[in-house]
Structure formats: C-alpha cells, structure tokens
C-alpha cells in the first residue's frame, strides 16, 4: 500500500535538495529587490506647461499649470538673474497660481502688474493669486518686494470668492489698499448664497497689512439705507417649529444689516436694527443676539473690529 509523506520535517529529518534550491532562489531575488527602484511613469516627471510669464528688471516670475491634469503639479517660481530664489508648489488637484490678479480683466488688474509699487514704500513689487479650486474657495494674494532686495512681505487670506477681492486706491493713503470680505458668518443659519460677509480694507504699515479702520469707519450711519436694508425683514419672516429663534427662520438680511453698520462703526445703530425688524411673532430675540455675538468674536478681525466707532 503506497503512503503519502508529511511535507511537515522533524528536527533530524534531511530538507529535500530541491526545496533547499527553491529556497536559495527566493532569498537572491528577494535581496535583488530591495536595491531595484519601482518603476516610474514617465507621466510623473513631466513638467505642467508654462501658463504665463512676465519680468522686471532682473527678475522673472513663471506660472505652470496643466488643466487637463488631475495631479497637483501646478507651482510658480521667482528669478534673480535667471537663478531660481523662490518656488512654491500646489498642494490639491485644481489650484493654480496667477500672476497678478485672478483674472486679466480684473478692474485693477493693470494696478498690480510685476513691478508696481503696490505698498506705497516706494519700491517694485509682485503679485502672485492662488486658486485653489473647488466650489467658493478659495483666492490667496502671495506679495513680494523684487527692488534691491528681495522679501516675501506676506499672505492675504482673501477665502470664499474669485471675484470679490480687490486692489484698491482710497483716499490719499499712500500705495494699494486690499479690500475682501469677512466670512465668518458664511453658512450661519443660511445657505452660503445668502450669506452676508461685511467688507474689510487691509493697509500696508510697518511692514505689514492691517485692519485698516481709518478706511472702514463713516461719519454716521445713513438711516434711509437701513431702512431700505429692513423693510421687508418681518414680510419674509416664516413662523416655524413654535416660532422661536433659532427654529424660526429669521432673514439673513437682518444680521446683514448689522454686520454692515458694525463694521462701519456704528455698533449701537446695530443693536437698534434688532429692536426695530425682529418680527413680533418670532420669539428669542435675546438668544438670537447672544449667538450673533458669540460668532462675531470668532472673526479674525474681531479684535479691530470690537474698536470701531461705538
């Protein structure tokens, strides 16, 4: 009768010459291995297209993008003197960087072409936007000076937008003011359409961009734009879910309205707005100023803003 060995080996058992030269084999490939570098796609080195170039001087700022790619291969560079000083690579699929602003008939477009004195210091500098794609967001102003020296002198967080944030010229202040909008009430108790985000100027000083409250504030509130602003508040008012904030759906135009006197400096002039358009049948109204206030000082510029006007 023909019995079938145990391929399991005992201690004193002999290992067959052949598994021992299957077992040599698997060893020299498995180090081979580990000196052989994966395999590249030849796709994974190529560079994305050269979108837009422009110079000053000695320098030459380059923008590369591929829109028919789905890689984050997207970057720009700086030059001195054909050398490369400054790089900056995408980090998500979709964005892409500009030279200037966004789009080439920007009202101010041609206010921040390379070599402009954008800061009023007086000497040349350069503007770079990001895009970083995706459904309202995000825009990103990076600022060089490129005279005789060359520094970054900072990032605006410009968000939610492609087409609201601006370079502006106000009054006799000396360069560029940057004007964008504050969205810390985007998406609060409404769809993001109707989000209100009240407008902010920056002012470039001692080397920097700041809140510039010189520029935001009015002499006084015009009333007759308030009450344009909250006629029809208690008209679109819906009585839900026993008609109490924050069940009931109250307006965005009201905390709107507020938003824009407040960062105007008229504060108390806000406070009024609340007694005056609450809907009488909508109960909370000290709720609703209370979460108003609590998600106004999540505002990056909550610190300016709480000293403007009164």
Request: proline share 6%; aromatic share 12%; net charge negative.
């Amino acid at each position: 009768m023909q019995t079938w060995r145990s391929e399991r080996t005992t201690a004193g058992s002999k290992i067959p010459q052949a598994a021992v030269s299957h077992l040599l084999l698997a060893v020299v490939l498995a180090t081979l291995s580990a000196f052989v570098a994966p395999a590249q796609s030849p796709a994974a080195d190529e560079t994305p297209p050269l979108q837009k170039a422009a110079s000053f001087k000695d320098y030459t700022a380059n923008t590369y993008f591929d829109p028919n790619s789905n890689t984050n291969g997207a970057y720009y560079e700086i030059l001195k003197d054909h050398k490369r000083i400054y790089r900056q690579q995408a980090t998500e699929s979709g964005e892409k960087f500009v030279i200037g602003t966004l789009y080439d008939d920007d009202p101010d477009a041609k206010l921040v072409t390379m070599g402009a004195d954008i800061t009023g210091e007086g000497r040349p500098d350069l503007v770079i936007s990001e895009w970083s794609g995706g459904a309202n967001c995000c825009l990103t102003f990076h600022i060089f000076e490129i005279g005789p020296k060359f520094r970054k002198i900072g990032d605006i967080e410009a968000e939610f937008g492609d087409q609201g944030p601006h370079f502006v010229h106000l009054g006799k202040a000396p360069g560029l003011q940057i004007q964008i909008y504050d969205w810390t009430f985007a998406n609060w108790h409404s769809d993001f359409a109707d989000s209100p985000a009240p407008k902010v100027i920056l002012q470039y000083k001692r080397g920097h961009y700041r809140f510039a409250s010189n520029l935001m504030s009015t002499p006084s509130a015009d009333m007759k734009d308030v009450a344009v602003r909250i006629e029809n508040i208690p008209d679109k008012t819906q009585n839900l879910h026993g008609g109490s904030w924050p069940n009931a759906a109250i307006p965005p135009e009201l905390w709107g309205t507020m938003l824009y006197l407040i960062y105007t400096g008229h504060r108390l002039v806000a406070w009024q707005v609340v007694d005056m358009s609450w809907p009488k049948s909508v109960n909370g109204k000290e709720a609703f100023v209370a979460d108003f206030t609590a998600q106004l000082k999540r505002s990056p510029y909550w610190n300016w803003v709480a000293q403007l006007g009164t």
